[in-house]
């Protein structure tokens, strides 16, 4: 089996790109974040004309996620058990399925934009009741992950050059501990290999430069049970997406199952 999580930071003007890489990468299951539509816009028609079927979580705003499945769909959940809002909304920022007898969530974590902004400590907060899924999902058996994009780069190394970070999201404490308490509650981080360099990033700023530098940062993950760790067989960073004209600023991460 093959699972990929991709953040494509709207999904209708990178629809010919999503279909395209569906073509050539052939998941079975694909995890999509940062939809900016709203779930009835979803371009459902055009990805089942692949052979997929589609469960979409979208409320026009800037989030939106979505899991695309070639080994069935079922037991589909929109959002998180006690999740917090944000300005007294929900959000659009997670849904979970079972494809083939594994057990996915795909994730859009908030940016969380400045430690002093309002929105940083949502951000700790929907973690925190993420933490809660991811407890009991685990009291199944069966192989189980998150996937997405989660805002947080786990180390130093996960970021081109900490000291350019210093006093920003993605690298605070409160939200590296909630990336370790995932860990240890029975997690593991599924790292990708790089198509290039020695470290995998999956996403660069559209900045003038960026990407070719790859000064990026590695902050969509891949946390999985050890039922679905222990079945990886290769995991990388398809960099190659991150090419050409007009493409997410996020690379998709390529995960592929002894199933």
């Not at 400590?121 to 989660?150: N, Q, S, T």
Request: charged share 25%; proline share 7%.
């Amino acid at each position: 089996m093959r699972v990929a999580t991709w953040n494509v930071n709207s999904i209708l003007p990178r629809l010919p790109r999503v279909l395209d890489w569906l073509e050539h990468t052939a998941p079975d299951v694909l995890c999509l974040q940062e939809l900016k539509n709203t779930t009835e816009a979803f371009p459902a028609d055009q990805v089942r004309a692949l052979g997929y079927e589609v469960a979409a979580f979208g409320l026009g705003r800037w989030n939106g996620v979505a899991i695309v499945s070639k080994a069935g769909l079922e037991d589909v959940v929109r959002g998180l058990p006690g999740e917090p809002q944000f300005d007294g909304q929900s959000e659009a920022r997670a849904i979970g399925a079972t494809c083939g007898g594994v057990r996915v969530w795909s994730v859009y974590v908030p940016n969380g934009r400045e430690p002093e902004n309002p929105h940083y400590a949502y951000k700790v907060e929907w973690l925190a009741a993420l933490r809660g899924l991811v407890g009991a999902e685990l009291r199944e058996p069966r192989p189980f992950a998150v996937l997405g994009d989660f805002n947080v780069a786990p180390t130093d190394a996960d970021v081109w050059d900490i000291e350019a970070f210093a006093g920003a999201t993605h690298v605070t404490g409160p939200e590296r501990a909630a990336l370790t308490a995932l860990r240890e509650a029975g997690l593991s981080d599924v790292f990708p290999r790089p198509l290039k360099y020695d470290h995998p990033f999956t996403y660069w700023d559209y900045r003038a430069g960026n990407f070719p530098n790859n000064r990026g940062m590695r902050i969509d993950l891949v946390y999985g049970n050890a039922a679905f760790a222990g079945a990886v067989t290769d995991a990388y960073v398809d960099r190659e997406a991150r090419k050409g004209k007009g493409p997410s600023d996020h690379a998709p991460i390529v995960v592929d199952l002894d199933r």
